[in-house]
T-cell receptor, first 114, second 115 residues
Framework: NAGVMQNPRHLVRRRGQEARLRCSPVKGHSHVYWYRQLPEEGLKFMVYLQKENIIDESGMPKERFSAEFPKEGPSILRIQQVVRGDSAAYFCASSPSRGRTEAFFGQGTRLTVV | AQTVTQSQPEMSVQEAETVTLSCTYDTSESDYYLFWYKQPPSRQMILVIRQEAYKQQNATENRFSVNFQKAAKSFSLKISDSQLGDAAMYFC????????????FGKGTKLTVNP
């Protein structure tokens, strides 16, 4: 699972700025999941993407948050006009297909909003 | 909606002893997966063990084993011969078979291993 690369590991943003979190899945994986972990909490699902498509965004806040997984390049989770409550660890996981396969996690990006 | 409950926020165990972490879940589905993940201070989510709901046999991975009680919707993790490196947060997770196959996590149990 070390193949899922997230960057940056740590990101500090002032309130009102934009945050861009990147996730490069394991080579050959076309399914990407984003999760958010608030302090002292478990991970909560945000969005599920396949190449160029958002499949399930039921966990995404309705405003300020967006995600993409282009044909080429990493998946991006974008948070506009960040607020203190966005401070959390954001994890990306990838899998090669649906079905009886497990997802592999990256090490996460810790976003701190000051 | 599926929910996962871990009723033990913290647990401790002596090195070389055995400890059991509890997990219950709620679902109306019959086919699903259950997982235990370990999260050390590095934050990396490490898969410890997984169980397929259609399999009656409990999964085992070296010193880690589960007690899967499907009717009771219980999925506990037993760690035998505990080692200092086992100290971490442990998360129980549920995944549907079909749909988006997203993971639903419990809030975690912090395990301390005492030398």
């Amino acid at each position: 699972n070390a193949g899922v690369m997230q960057n940056p590991r740590h990101l500090v943003r002032r309130r009102g700025q934009e945050a861009r979190l990147r996730c490069s899945p394991v080579k050959g994986h076309s399914h990407v999941y984003w999760y958010r972990q608030l302090p002292e909490e478990g991970l909560k699902f945000m969005v599920y993407l396949q190449k160029e498509n958002i499949i399930d965004e039921s966990g995404m806040p309705k405003e300020r948050f967006s995600a993409e997984f282009p044909k080429e390049g990493p998946s991006i989770l974008r948070i506009q006009q960040v607020v203190r409550g966005d401070s959390a660890a954001y994890f990306c996981a990838s899998s090669p297909s649906r079905g009886r396969t497990e997802a592999f996690f990256g090490q996460g990006t810790r976003l701190t909003v000051v | 909606a599926q929910t996962v409950t871990q009723s033990q926020p913290e647990m401790s165990v002596q090195e070389a002893e055995t400890v059991t972490l509890s997990c219950t879940y709620d679902t109306s589905e019959s086919d699903y997966y259950l997982f235990w993940y370990k999260q050390p201070p590095s934050r990396q989510m490490i898969l410890v063990i997984r169980q397929e709901a259609y399999k009656q046999q409990n999964a085992t991975e070296n010193r880690f084993s589960v007690n899967f009680q499907k009717a009771a919707k219980s999925f506990s993790l037993k760690i035998s011969d505990s080692q200092l490196g086992d100290a971490a947060m442990y998360f129980c997770a549920y995944r549907t078979q079909g749909g988006s196959e997203k993971l639903v996590f419990g809030k975690g149990t912090k395990l301390t291993v005492n030398p």
